[in-house]
């Protein structure tokens, strides 16, 4: 079977860094992304490793341990538009895209 | 570029009808997919194209959904007859063959009375 897993919902205030964690169990992988959807909005990307390390794009890093079938999506800097869902991706061999439950990002002022 | 475009934005129709749903997907893009969104599910997978044949249509949920994509342009997601518990948010997106990102379109909101 495949799974992701992901906290629910996070909390935190303008300014601050939040990270949000990933484990997955896939029967393929190729790699992980990160989307973004706001309320009734579509999802849009914003980051993909395929790789272990760090990936970093602005305010937004993204990181990947494909031994520990782990990975991360950190926001730096938050800013009251960031409030939205984060779903993280697996990527598998067939070029599809399995995504995690969703995290729910509140901002606060 | 457009983007992904989808119509109609909005569907509300009876228990029993017929449903479809239409997609176009970003020129060039050779891959199309189809998600469902529910509070419940989450973001499901339903169908996917890769130059416009059917490669995977393992998460379509049963026999009263199908899809076709006649052509590079133009794909769509039929439901008949159509139930309740197919409310959802409806999402088409599309990417290059191999490419990293999904382009997401709009999405189809589809109320089932």
């Known amino acids: 079977g495949q799974s992701l897993e992901q906290p629910s919902e996070v909390t935190a205030v303008e300014g601050a860094i939040v990270q949000i964690n990933c484990t997955y169990q896939?029967?393929?992988?190729?790699?992980l992304s990160w989307y973004q959807q706001h309320d009734g909005g579509a999802p849009t990307f914003l980051s993909y490793n395929a790789l272990d390390g760090l990936e970093e794009t602005g305010r937004f890093s993204s990181f990947l341990s494909r031994s520990d079938s782990y990975g991360y999506l950190l926001l730096q800097e938050l800013q009251m538009k960031d409030s939205a869902s984060y779903f993280c991706?697996?990527?598998?061999?067939?070029?599809?895209?399995?995504f995690g439950t969703g995290t729910r990002l509140q901002v606060f002022p | 570029d457009a983007g992904v475009i989808q119509s109609p934005r909005h569907e509300v129709t009876e228990m029993g009808q017929e449903v479809t749903l239409r997609c176009k997907p970003i020129s060039g893009h050779n891959s199309l997919f189809w998600y469902r969104q529910t509070m419940m599910r989450g973001l499901e997978l339903l169908i996917y194209f890769n130059n416009n044949v059917p490669i995977d249509d393992s998460g379509m949920p049963e026999d009263r959904f199908s899809a076709k994509m006649p052509n590079a342009s133009f794909s769509t997601l039929k439901i008949q007859p159509s139930e309740p518990r197919d409310s959802a948010v409806y999402f088409c997106?599309?990417?290059?063959?191999?490419?990293?990102?999904?382009?997401f379109g709009p999405g189809t909101r589809l109320t089932v009375t």
């Open positions: 991706a697996v990527r598998d061999t067939t070029d599809k895209l399995i």
């Open positions: 896939t029967s393929g992988f190729y790699g």
């Open positions: 997106a599309s990417s290059q063959r191999g490419g990293r990102e999904q382009y």
